[in-house]
């Protein structure tokens, strides 16, 4: 039996512009982390032949092109198996549709335990862009890249997304005591309501294409914000951070009128009564988790509690997808 794990994450700071239809034009950046919230994929030799399958649902078929679950298809198709007997279980510490990057978490998780079982190696970024050509290309997603790189390579990192579809990763060397302020005073609730990223990423795609001023625009002060919040990391201003995130919340929420909702909007005011400094929805919005920086961590645990959005405490994870058992 293999047992593979990939990080889910948050995004610290360029959301959005990971994503095709914005960097083929203008190259896109952002900051994001990897935090140590799972999914988790087992992948092991049944004793019949057939594919078994069991995540939220039950599958067991005889062929590759017979599974419903569109990304173990094509993972199985990648592997060009003849006669597959294998059974994937999947786990996760957190559901999907909460803004965390699950799907991205997954399919690394996927890849990674996959490989092992028949016994392939593949590099952190070949499985970081299998997992983007799996969701992007041949599925057609209208996501970004940042959930599969960061996933597959943990840890708090710059990613630059070229106009040729080429990434490239560098770790921030952010101060040990701010990286420990962050995980003492930067706090995840959940708003209790899951979505779909790709049903509110789909209009930034389509006025992206259409060369939308004020889309355009917006990506570009995003982008140009993640610069300055990366540098408020590795300068250890974790304060300004706070401030910068409440800045970026502020024009991610005028990109598109599902980014936020009255309930969040009362939220998210709330918490800025109540010890945050800034805070923003973690991935496309919508639903799913708020995240605020505090000068008051107590007060707005207390607060948020009060609200009826439960915390998810985390710490960061430095490992990125990785076997944790063979």
Known sequence: MIIARSPLRISLGGGGT???????????????????????????????EGIYLKYSEIE??????QIRHPIVREALKELNLKT?????TTLADIPSGTG???????????????YSHYRRSIHTSELAELACDIEINRLREPIGKQD?????????????????????????????????DLEDNLLLFYTGHSRSAGSILKDQVLKSKSGDEAMIENLHFIKELGHRSKQ???????????????????????RSPGMSNEAINNAYQYALDNGAIGGK??????????????????????????????????????????????
């Open 100 to 114: 965390l990057g699950s799907s991205g978490s997954f399919t690394t998780a996927l890849l990674k335990a996959l």
């Open 18 to 48: 990971d994503i095709p239809s914005y960097y083929e034009q203008f190259e896109g950046s952002l900051i994001a982390a990897a935090v140590n919230k799972y999914v988790y994929v087992t992948v092991t030799r049944p004793f019949v």
């Open 148 to 180: 599969q790189y960061i996933s597959a390579f943990g840890g708090i990192s710059e990613f630059i997304f070229r106009k040729d579809g080429s990434v490239d990763t560098y770790p921030l060397n952010i101060p040990l005591d701010a990286v420990h």
């Open 281 to 326: 929805m973690v991935g496309a919005g919508g639903g799913g988790f708020l995240m605020f920086y505090a000068s008051d961590s107590e007060k707005l645990r207390w607060a948020m509690s009060e609200k009826g959005l439960p915390e998810v405490r985390f710490q960061f994870d430095f490992e990125g997808t990785k076997v944790i058992l063979t």
């Open 84 to 88: 597959p007997q294998v059974e994937i």
């Open 60 to 65: 067991h078929v005889e062929r590759v092109n």
């Open 232 to 254: 408020a990391l590795l300068d250890g201003k974790t304060h300004l951070f706070g401030e910068l995130m409440h800045e970026h919340w502020e024009r991610k929420r005028a």
